[in-house]
């Protein structure tokens, strides 16, 4: 496992890994110009080289959920591992998330990783090719992923970072105001896969249309968040959430070009409610559900995915 440091005059920094072409912390200054790690990880190289949790992780070759770990495309149906109850989540057994990544390139403010993930692997069809790049910028910080297949298959990447912006791991996040930039999100049956309905969020505790306490919406909410979001989206990157801690003054603006995102409200190390996750994607399902946006990917096509974390001033 190699790592790589980015560091920005404006004090934004970053330490990435070819293992996954996992983000494993991401330091941005408070209100008093502090810097501070605002991801919630692991502390030693062996809890990396395993990293159950995802912390930080690019998850593909399918993000999220497949039902009954299968899909068909064309007539063909595929079987998949399944490693969640009866479902198939964020790629499988081996997923991106565990394999190391070639590191294709590295400048100053940049490091990108490729990996080809062959037919057959995990179950998907086709030769899929991957890049992923991360890249500092002013107050930012941007992960870029690209695909191209040989061949049909789902592709639906992200970056599962697990974020608490006080710079404390094990300070409770109830206390963070969110906004999402979504009207409605998709509800679950009992195994989380999507019934298909698009339910508004109106009137609920998964209002987070003006921001909100995730604490007080939680204690309206029908279940804890785990949910994925229908953004207001035109296919162009565009800002999807807004996050903000009063403690610490820092605020983190999550801009992407993806339709869906995943909102989750985790435990990590068994410490209730310390981090939340912010998943831009495909909506989970989607090879299965043909009313979602298609996350089929054919040959002569590119997949391409951009999340940009922005951070303003401290308030």
Avoid at 58 to 76: E, L, Q, W
Avoid at 99 to 128: A, I, M, Q, R
């Amino acid at each position: 496992m190699k790592t790589f440091i980015l560091i920005h005059p404006s004090g934004v920094s970053a330490i990435v890994s070819d293992l996954g072409a996992t983000l494993q912390a991401l330091s941005v200054p408070d209100r008093d110009g502090k810097p501070a790690n605002i991801l919630v990880g692991w502390k030693t190289r062996e809890q990396w080289l395993t990293n159950d949790a995802y912390f930080g992780s690019t998850v593909g070759r399918y993000a999220n959920r497949i039902a009954g770990g299968k899909f068909s495309i064309d007539g063909n149906e595929y079987p998949l591992p399944v490693n969640n109850g009866a479902n198939h989540l964020h790629g499988g057994i081996t997923g991106f998330d565990k394999v190391v990544w070639k590191t294709e390139s590295t400048t100053p403010d940049s490091v990108k990783f490729t990996y080809l993930s062959h037919d057959g692997e995990e179950g998907y069809p086709g030769n899929l090719s991957v890049s992923v790049e991360y890249i500092i910028g002013e107050k930012s910080l941007t992960w870029r992923a690209t695909a191209q297949t040989d061949a049909p298959t789902p592709v639906n990447l992200t970056n599962h970072a697990f974020f608490n912006l006080t710079g404390n791991p094990t300070t409770e996040v109830l206390g963070h105001h969110l906004q999402i930039n979504a009207d409605e999100f998709l509800p679950f049956d009992d195994h989380q896969i999507p019934t298909g309905e698009h339910r508004p969020v109106v009137g609920s505790g998964f209002d987070f249309t003006t921001l909100a306490s995730i604490g007080e919406n939680l204690a309206n909410a029908e279940l804890s968040f785990d949910h994925n979001y229908v953004l207001r989206s035109s296919g162009e990157t565009c800002l999807a959430a807004i996050s903000k801690d009063p403690a610490s003054g820092r605020i983190m603006e999550l801009y992407t070009d993806q339709p869906g995102l995943q909102f989750y409200l985790a435990s990590p190390h068994g410490i209730p409610n310390t981090a939340f996750c912010l998943e831009p994607q495909k909506f989970p399902d989607s090879p299965n559900q043909s009313a979602f946006p298609s996350s089929i990917l054919r040959p002569g096509e590119t997949y391409t995915h951009e999340i940009i974390f922005y951070f303003p001033d401290p308030s």
